[in-house]
C-alpha cells in the first residue's frame, strides 16, 4: 500500500525496540493535555508525547505529518516541539470524509448499518456549528447547546463532550472572537468516534 | 577567560530567550530524580532535565561535558538521553579538587577560614570509604556509619546524607558487588556542599 503511495522507507519498531528495560524518562506538555481526550483517557498524552519525541529524536525529520482528525494530538506535539526546541516542521493533514460527511476512521469498521447511520450526528453537528458561526453566531454555548441537540435526535449515541476551544491553549471559550476548534467525542453504541472543525482558520 | 581555553563560540541565552511565555512542558527522569539531591530539592532535575533537552535540542551537539562533582546529574541526563533515544556522547569530566582535597565549587567563596577548614570532611569521609574498600570491606552501612563519624568530629558540620549507591539506579546498596557510588550533601554553617566518588568503576 505505502509502495504504491511512493514511500520508499517506513519505520515499524517493535515495542522492545521503542521502549528500553527500565526506561523512566516522560514528557508531559501540561494542562492543555488534561483537556478534552486527556480529561477522558488519563496519561494518554503524556504518552503520546514521550513515544513523538523518541521517534523525532531517532528520525530526525525535517517535517513530520499529523492528522487533523486528532485536533488535540497536533495541538500537544505542536507545544511540545515549541517547548522544547525540536528542530522539525508539524505538517496538519486535512480530515478525509465518506460522500455523506463520516470522517474516516478505523473505528469505523465496528460500526453496524444502523449504527454507520447514527455516526453521521457527528459530522452534521459540526456542519452546523459552522453554518451557525458563517450567519455570525458567537455565543458559544448556544453553538455547543444546538450541536448537543442534534446528538440527542440519535438514540444511539451517548456524547463525551462538545467543545468550543481556543485553538491553542484548548480552553472552552465563551464568545467566539478569533478561530475557534469545535470538537466532540460521541459514543455510537460500544465505539467512540471523535471529530472537529477549526472556525476562522 | 574562556578565549584564554581555546573556546570559539559561547551560548549565553537569557531566561526569556530560553523559556517562551506559557511553556508548560516538561521531562521527568523518574524516580531517580527523587532520591539524594532529589529528594532534598523537589523538582530540581525536572527543570535540569527539560532545560537540558532544550539545550541539546538548540545546539545539537556532538558531545556534551558536565562535571563528575554533580554525579546525580550526569546520571539523570544520561538516562534521559538513552530513554529519550537523544544523539549526544555524554562526557563526565573529573572532579577538580584542591591541593588538600577540597572540591573546587563557587560555593567555597561563601566558606569563613574556619568553615573552609571544616569542609574537608567531605573530601577525607570520601577517602575513608576508598581505603576501606580498598582494603575489601563491603558492608556499605558499615562504610557509612565510619564516615558520619568523621562529619561528626567536625562541629560546624551537619550532614544532609550520606550514601553508597547503585551508580545508574542510585538505589542504597546494602553490600558493595559492583560499581558504587559514594555521594553526600553536608552543610558547614550555611554552606551547603556536596562531594562523591565512584568505587570501582
Not at 522492545?16 to 516522560?26: K, L, N, Q
Not at 474516516?104 to 455516526?119: D, V
Not at 453537528?125 to 451557525?132: P, T
Not at 465563551?174 to 477549526?198: C, F, H, K, W, Y
Request: charged share 30%; with cysteine; aromatic share 6%.
Amino acid at each position: 500500500m505505502l509502495e504504491a503511495e511512493g514511500v520508499d522507507y517506513v519505520f515499524l519498531p517493535a515495542v522492545e525496540e521503542m521502549y528500553a528495560a527500565g526506561a523512566e524518562t516522560i514528557v508531559d506538555v501540561g494542562p492543555i493535555t488534561e483537556r478534552l481526550e486527556g480529561a477522558h483517557r488519563p496519561g494518554h498524552f503524556r504518552g503520546v508525547a514521550t513515544v513523538v519525541l523518541k521517534l523525532f529524536n531517532i528520525l530526525m525529520p525535517t517535517r513530520a505529518y499529523f492528522g487533523r482528525k486528532d485536533a488535540q494530538q497536533i495541538v500537544v506535539i505542536r507545544r511540545m516541539v515549541r517547548d522544547l526546541d525540536v528542530d522539525v516542521e508539524i505538517v496538519a493533514v486535512d480530515t478525509v470524509r465518506e460522500p455523506d460527511g463520516l470522517a474516516l476512521s478505523s473505528r469505523n469498521a465496528y460500526l453496524s448499518p444502523t449504527e454507520r447511520q447514527a455516526a453521521l450526528c457527528l459530522s452534521s453537528a459540526l456542519n452546523l456549528a459552522r453554518e451557525m458561526w458563517t450567519r455570525g453566531t458567537r455565543d458559544a454555548d448556544y453553538i455547543r447547546r444546538r450541536m448537543l441537540d442534534i446528538i440527542a435526535e440519535e438514540e444511539l449515541a451517548k456524547p463525551d463532550y462538545v467543545s468550543i476551544a481556543h485553538p491553542e491553549t484548548l480552553e472552552e471559550v465563551e464568545r467566539i472572537q478569533g478561530p475557534a476548534l469545535v470538537s466532540m467525542a460521541v459514543r455510537i453504541g460500544r465505539t467512540r468516534l471523535i471529530d472537529n472543525v477549526t472556525l476562522g482558520e
